[in-house]
């Protein structure tokens, strides 16, 4: 298995409130992703990284942004947690443009 | 934009016997890579198999095997001997091959059950 880890692997947050959640990688991967699922959806694109504080956006990024300030860590931030939000989050990394392997996930519930 | 299409939202099959699970997808590209990803309840997201669109060969892994039809945008997945442990969503995605980063376009899921 990749070595991803995601941290917490749970929570629970009320509207309003600032969330970060984490990707720690031990595979020195260049590139790194954040992806949200939800029924009937798959998994979208949230914001993804080319290197260190290089980011960009995905497709579904309004409400999120993200850093990367060393290599192995890629960490999503809720400036303002929304019920909209409440999704489960995964954290993948790439060696290249190629596959990509998948954290455990985040399940974030925002009441 | 690229989309991709499981149109089985769940499908059954009896363990040793042999699944086809579908999925179709549109893109203007040439050049782009295709997966299956499984996903038990763990939650967990499994890569099962890949193929690159310019390689004609089918890819297959144990029993895992695709059937990759590129002028129909054809994705499918055919898992033989079934297993209990085979039970999952299965998820098909597509990736531009762009050199560089970009984006996984997944399909929407097929809940795969395996019955004695």
């Known amino acids: 298995d990749a070595g991803i880890t995601q941290s917490p692997r749970h929570k629970v947050t009320e509207t309003g409130t600032p969330v970060t959640l984490r990707c720690h990688q031990t595979?020195?991967?260049?590139?790194m992703y954040w992806y949200r699922q939800d029924p009937g959806h798959g998994l979208r694109l949230i914001h993804y990284s080319y290197g260190v504080k290089d980011t960009d956006k995905g497709e579904v990024s309004d409400g999120y942004s993200v850093s990367r300030s060393k290599t192995e860590d890629f960490l999503l931030t809720l400036e303002s947690a929304t019920s909209s939000q409440t999704s489960v989050y995964f954290c993948?990394?790439?060696?290249?443009?190629?596959?990509?392997?998948f954290g455990p996930g985040t399940r974030l519930t925002v009441l | 934009a690229q989309t991709v299409t499981q149109s089985q939202p769940e499908m059954s099959v009896q363990e040793a016997e042999t699944v086809t699970l579908s999925c179709t997808y549109d893109t203007s590209e040439s050049d782009y890579y295709l997966f299956w990803y499984k996903q038990p309840p763990s939650r967990q997201m499994i890569l099962v198999i890949r193929?690159?669109?310019?390689?004609?060969q089918n890819a297959t892994e144990n029993r895992f095997s695709v059937n990759f039809q590129k002028a129909a945008k054809s994705f499918s997945l055919k898992i033989s001997d079934s297993q209990l442990g085979d039970a999952a969503m299965y998820f098909c995605?597509?990736?531009?091959?762009?050199?560089?980063?970009?984006?996984?376009?997944f399909g929407t899921g097929t809940r795969l059950q395996v019955t004695l």
């Open positions: 193929q690159e669109a310019y390689k004609q």
């Open positions: 995605a597509y990736k531009e091959n762009t050199g560089t980063a970009s984006k996984l376009t």
């Open positions: 993948a990394i790439s060696p290249g443009d190629n596959e990509q392997f």
């Open positions: 595979e020195n991967h260049r590139y």
